[in-house]
């Protein structure tokens, strides 16, 4: 399947060639054009990549890419920076940036870095996180231990096989469909219900207030979201 990359840029003339660039190589291009647009985008659908640029209306490259971070999710961004502004550079990169290219740039460069990203970020997930922590939670999937501020908890293993795939795929919607299939390979008896009362444990176990959970969010109508 080709990559899915979102182009958050607000200069038309970039916009259109950047998207035919970006199709004749294959890849599946979407646009928007400020930054609230950018952000609800990225948080609602699944890219493969971002291509961020800094400078934007409404809310800076800057503030998208923290903004997504904070809500847990991991896609690669390559943010377009201007050449004098080293500033946003640094910065762009301790908010979670995973590159920048320097505003003007060649087309194959940019192609490039698309490339490089999609590579490492392939690789990144072929194997499922082995170790996680996330606000006093400490986990260990290969010797099946949580710790919640120092002190071990007790998970059943479809508990901590239900985690382990939400947090896999954190800052994503996981639907109940998916998680039948996935962690319980439909077995009898088990009915969207059942994942209900699990993740229902696993809020009362992990969250500090599990009437507010602020890990495991439901999402309305669909199923799941992890968010660290
Ligand atoms: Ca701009």
Known sequence: MSARILLVEDEPGLVMTLSDLLGAEGYDVESATDGPAGLSKALKEKFDLLVLD???PGKSGLEVCRELRQQGNDVAVLMLTAKTQLYDRVVGL??????????????????????????????????PVTRFQFGNVDIDFERGEVHKDGVELNLAAKELELLRYLI??????????ELLEAVWEYQPGVSSRTIDVHVAWLRQKLEDNPQNPRHIHTVRGVGYRFAA
């Open 54 to 56: 800094v400078m934007l």
């Open 94 to 127: 301790k908010l979670g940036a995973d590159d920048y290219l320097t505003k003007p740039f060649e087309p194959p460069e940019l192609l490039a870095r698309i490339e490089a990203l999609l590579r490492r970020v392939k690789h990144d997930k072929l194997s």
């Open 168 to 177: 896999d795929r954190r800052g994503n919607v996981v639907s109940r469909d």
